[in-house]
């Protein structure tokens, strides 16, 4: 059974860092795309950053462009979110999510939430100072 479980939420000033994680189960992870989305009250959701691990490919959303970073732990299958220069449009509640790539293990990962399969339960950021 494929799990996701986010954690590192919570509240940071602006200018201020976090780093997400999200703990993976019950799948190899070189055969999905590895994104995080994220969702304000009465916003839709939106991909913010996503990586294809067995291409090293990544992309963004351009609010976030040289603040976040994605990157993968291989020992654990446990992916991060590191969040850099925190503004105050960035408050929401942040979810993992993976998507099955099949035969196509290569190719590169894209940020729009209906191409995922599995998702975490979201966890919740707040910048305010």
């Known amino acids: 059974q494929v799990q996701l479980v986010e954690s590192g939420g919570g509240l940071v000033q602006p200018g201020g860092s976090l780093r997400l994680s999200c703990a993976t189960s019950?799948?190899?992870?070189?055969?999905?795309?590895i994104g995080w989305f994220r969702q304000a009250p009465g916003k839709a959701r939106e991909g913010v950053i996503c990586?294809?691990?067995?291409?090293?490919?990544?992309a963004y959303a351009n609010s976030v462009k040289g603040r976040f970073t994605i990157s993968r732990d291989n020992a654990t299958d446990t992916v991060y979110l590191q969040m850099n220069s925190l503004k105050p449009e960035d408050p929401a509640v942040y979810y993992c999510?993976?998507?099955?790539?099949?035969?196509?293990?290569?190719?590169?990962?894209?940020?729009?939430?209906?191409?995922?399969?599995?998702w975490g339960q979201g966890t919740q950021v707040t910048v305010s100072s």
């Open positions: 019950g799948l190899n992870l070189d055969y999905y795309a």
């Open positions: 999510a993976l998507e099955r790539l099949g035969l196509m293990i290569f190719r590169q990962c894209g940020l729009r939430f209906e191409e995922y399969d599995h």
């Open positions: 990586m294809t691990p067995s291409s090293g490919s990544t």
